[in-house]
């Protein structure tokens, strides 16, 4: 069936570098993939998406490319900030589909 | 606008009782989803309804959850009794369907339960 997986956290990095979270999927037709963000005490949120191979999704410094051909949607910032520390989840989704598949999430600390 | 409202946001009970959490979905969406998140088993989705009927069920762990949506802008998520092993952060979430594949799940805050 269809499913997401995410690289196991805790990441732990330093205030300003590069930031990279791989995320791979399974899927049997053409999904939606997205990023979501989980800040502590709060739900998840919308960081970015892509509809279609080759899509590049960005929101806040954010990036991730859609990739057909490795099933791939890697999410990376060129520089991150304490502020980006929380539970990062990549997920995708069909149009015939209400439901959305959820990876198990990765959680980022960032140090000052 | 308003986003998906959850009440309450925090409950501590004594096992046994009976628990009832509330969500009011985003206006105008027509899919609901109930999810629950522990560090043990990160988020599982419970149940979801469609046009207030109940869809996919096969995530209610146990016979003493229950899940209802009676109009297009409540729902309820019911346990009775309540156990422990209940306790963990559960999260409403409603979107748009059918739309078109990239409309995401909008998140409620969360009920924070506790089950002593």
């Known amino acids: 069936g269809d499913s997401v997986t995410q690289m196991e956290g805790p990441v732990t990095l330093s205030e300003e570098a590069f930031l990279t979270i791989n995320c791979t999927y399974t899927?049997?037709?053409?999904?939606?993939l997205f990023w979501y963000v989980q800040y502590p005490g709060e739900g998840l949120q919308l960081l970015l998406k892509?509809?279609?191979?080759?899509d590049k999704g960005s929101n806040k410094g954010f990036e991730a490319t859609y990739r057909k051909e490795t099933t791939s949607f890697h999410l990376e910032k060129g520089s991150v900030q304490v502020s980006d520390s929380a539970v990062y989840f990549c997920?995708?989704?069909?149009?015939?589909?209400?439901?959305?598949?959820f990876g198990s999430g990765t959680r980022l600390s960032i140090r000052p | 606008d308003a986003g998906v409202i959850q009440s309450p946001r925090h409950e501590v009970t004594e096992m046994g009782q009976e628990v009832t959490l509330r969500c009011k979905p985003i206006?105008?969406?027509?899919?609901l989803f109930w999810y629950r998140q522990t560090m043990m088993r990160g988020l599982e989705l419970l149940i979801y309804?469609?046009?207030?009927?109940?869809?996919?069920d096969s995530g209610m762990p146990e016979d003493r959850f229950s899940a209802k949506m009676p109009n297009a802008s409540f729902s309820t998520l019911k346990i009775q009794p309540s156990e422990p092993r209940d306790s963990a952060v559960y999260f409403c979430?409603?979107?748009?369907?059918?739309?078109?594949?990239?409309?995401?799940?909008?998140f409620g805050d969360g009920t924070r339960l506790s089950i002593l």
């Open positions: 979430a409603s979107s748009l369907y059918p739309g078109n594949n990239n409309q995401p799940q909008h």
């Open positions: 899927a049997t037709g053409y999904p939606s």
């Open positions: 892509a509809t279609k191979a080759d």
């Open positions: 997920a995708l989704r069909y149009s015939s589909a209400s439901k959305i598949i």
């Open positions: 206006s105008g969406h027509n899919s």
């Open positions: 309804f469609n046009n207030n009927v109940p869809i996919d």
